[in-house]
């Protein structure tokens, strides 16, 4: 994993940037929006978008911890992987990266999951998204050096 981390801020773009609380809540902010909207098409039957917003809602969620510790990251990938590496084990991203594949097989193969195992994805990520607000919500200023530490030290290597 530490591989892959130091090849994200090394090729991909990843980089340190100054703790943002305040673009991590438009994240937060733009998740809740991004789950409600995904109740909504689920509703109306379209199962393409609901499976594309369903993985958004966890991303911009992973991505507001992200910001909150000073890590911007365009690359999807290298931002889950460097979640999953700095969060061990708090949040489970396997999830994430499910959700991840399943907006993938919708939007590039129009494969989708019934209408009921869906709901159960959104289900899911609505418990994602809380889980990430409630561990961002924790976090002190000790806590977001201690994982900027982490980082650096991995990159430095």
């Known amino acids: ?7 994200c801020f090394k090729k991909a773009g990843a ?9 991590s809540s438009s994240f937060i902010n733009l998740s809740k929006q991004t789950l409600k909207s995904a109740e909504l098409t689920l509703e109306s039957k379209d ?6 917003m369903i993985y958004y809602a966890e991303y911009y969620a992973l991505y507001s911890f992200l910001t909150i510790v000073g890590i911007k990251c365009e690359n999807h990938d290298c931002s889950i ?10 949040i489970d991203v396997n999830d994430i990266k499910k959700a991840r594949d399943l907006r993938i097989d919708a939007q590039y193969y129009l494969k989708t999951k019934s209408d009921a195992e869906l709901h159960e994805e ?3 990520a609505k418990i994602i998204v809380n889980n990430i607000i409630n561990l961002t919500n924790k976090l002190t200023d ?16």
């Open 1 to 7: 994993m530490e591989s892959k981390i130091n090849w």
């Open 122 to 124: 959104l289900n899911r």
């Open 15 to 23: 980089k340190l940037m100054p703790p943002n609380p305040n673009i």
């Open 47 to 52: 199962l393409v978008w609901s499976t594309s």
């Open 142 to 157: 000790d806590t977001v050096k201690d994982y900027r530490k982490r980082i650096i030290d991995t990159i430095k290597g």
């Open 81 to 90: 992987e460097i979640a999953e590496f700095l969060l061990d084990k708090k």
